[in-house]
């Protein structure tokens, strides 16, 4: 096994606070009260942190360093129906993918929480169900990211929720390992078995 560096801090706080946000929006606060509007303008204030940092952070922050071509894509899904073992150091093309979803999910959900509070739109309808359809499709994506989450680990052998708590990938050494720069590694002399 081999320990590489990924996740910056801010890129794991950004991913546990939105998801604490999303959670309790979503399930636990009532969509009435001041507390849902005001996490709502959070989840937004970090979504606009998060694309901020996808321009200017470290390597795999960046957007360009992992937004994927259809070929990745494809070889991602070839990867997984022939059980072939191989993980990326940064996010997968899939991965890649939910990300932008969440990204846009967790926006139209803003925006159109955002209007319902305004006169222009305040107790427009149709607001007010496009604003339930993307909680709805962010609820779905968030259940398929969890899920792929947890299949991927188990293919490839790499923890990745541990990934995403220490900022380190533990990469076993027979899983193929795509875009493998030797500055990512954490003690590049040494691994462990």
Not at 77 to 88: E, F, G, K, P, Q
Not at 142 to 161: C, D, I, W
Not at 177 to 187: C, H, M, S
């Amino acid at each position: 096994m081999t320990r590489y560096k990924v996740w910056d801090p801010a890129i794991r706080v950004f991913h546990w606070t939105l998801a604490a946000g999303f959670i309790a929006n979503a399930f636990l606060i009532d969509d009435d009260a001041k507390l849902h509007e005001w996490v709502g303008y959070g989840v937004m204030a970090l979504v606009g942190l998060r694309i901020l940092w996808g321009l200017i952070g470290p390597r795999h922050a960046r957007f360009a360093s992992f937004i994927p071509g259809p070929g990745a894509v494809t070889r991602q899904i070839t990867d997984m129906a022939l059980r072939r073992r191989h993980t990326h150091l940064g996010h997968s093309p899939l991965g890649a993918l939910m990300i932008g979803n969440l990204l846009m999910s967790m926006l139209a959900i803003g925006v159109t929480g955002y209007l319902m509070t305004t006169n222009a739109f305040w107790g427009a309808e149709w607001v007010e169900e496009a604003h339930e359809a993307f909680v709805l499709w962010a609820e779905l994506s968030v259940l398929a990211h969890v899920a792929a989450v947890v299949l991927e680990s188990l293919r490839t052998g790499v923890n990745l929720p541990r990934a995403m708590i220490t900022g380190c990938k533990t990469v076993p050494d027979n899983v193929k390992l795509e875009r493998l720069a030797r500055a990512d590694r954490t003690n590049p002399g040494r691994s462990s078995r």
